[in-house]
């Protein structure tokens, strides 16, 4: 049960879009649909943004998106805001019952 | 609302046990899978364990397999999670979840506010 790789930090300046990769095996991402990710902000519960890969909850701004291609995720955040100044962790279900999250990627908004 | 509150945390030494609740309001909790996602401090997310809804079917984390043993009592809308041969890398902010659907795991769509566990002597 390895960990989803993220990476560690990324960032963009207010109205730009940028995107947050989640990478995992055959296992997996690659294997599945059930990707979801979440917004964190700190001191906070986690909070679904997305869900089976491309699929937004009601009420989340449809500014966020996702995306997968083979054993890799994507999300992207569109028209940056501050608020959206966080902790994104990506999740997929993974072989014989698992879920597995990435290690997390702090978003900056420069 | 939605709502899930979950109590039962505390510090506790390394080799005991501890019972983790969550109450569930709002929604129907004998309908959806539950689980319980763990965050050790200044780190990042850790699954655990799902129910389903009915609770004839659980499973965990490599990491507690033989150690903690999550159940639900539908009649009382209540998760629990019992904790036991606890060690120092158990110590974390404990978060029930609910799943977006009746088994699980798929995803989470609703989380609690935490209970915090700490492991020490």
């Known amino acids: 049960q390895s960990a989803l790789s993220q990476p560690p930090s990324a960032s963009g300046s207010p109205g730009q879009s940028v995107s947050i990769s989640c990478t995992g095996t055959?296992?997996?991402?690659?294997?599945?649909?059930?990707v979801s990710w979440y917004q964190q902000h700190p001191g906070k519960a986690p909070k679904l943004i997305i869900y089976e890969v491309t699929k937004r909850p009601s009420g989340v701004p449809d500014r966020f998106s996702g995306s997968k291609s083979g054993n890799t995720a994507s999300l992207t955040v569109s028209g940056l805001q501050a608020e959206d100044e966080a902790d994104y962790y990506c999740?997929?279900?993974?072989?014989?019952?698992?879920?597995?999250f990435g290690g997390g990627t702090k978003l900056t908004v420069l | 609302q939605v709502q899930l509150v979950e109590s039962g945390g505390g510090v506790v030494q390394p080799g005991r046990s501890l019972r983790l609740s969550c109450a569930a309001s709002g929604f129907t909790f004998s309908a959806y899978g539950m689980h319980w996602v763990r965050q050790a401090p200044g780190t990042g997310l850790e699954w655990v364990a799902v129910?389903?809804?009915?609770?004839?079917?659980?499973y965990y984390a490599d990491s507690v397999k033989g150690r903690f043993t999550i159940s639900r009592d539908n009649s009382k809308n209540t998760l629990y999670l019992r904790m036991n041969s606890l060690r120092a890398e158990d110590t974390a902010l404990y978060y029930c979840a609910r799943d977006l659907y009746d088994t699980g795991p798929t995803a989470l769509d609703y989380w609690g506010q935490g209970t915090l566990v700490t492991v020490s002597s």
């Open positions: 055959s296992s997996d991402i690659g294997g599945y649909n059930h």
């Open positions: 129910t389903w809804f009915d609770g004839s079917r659980t």
């Open positions: 999740n997929s279900y993974a072989d014989s019952n698992n879920l597995l």
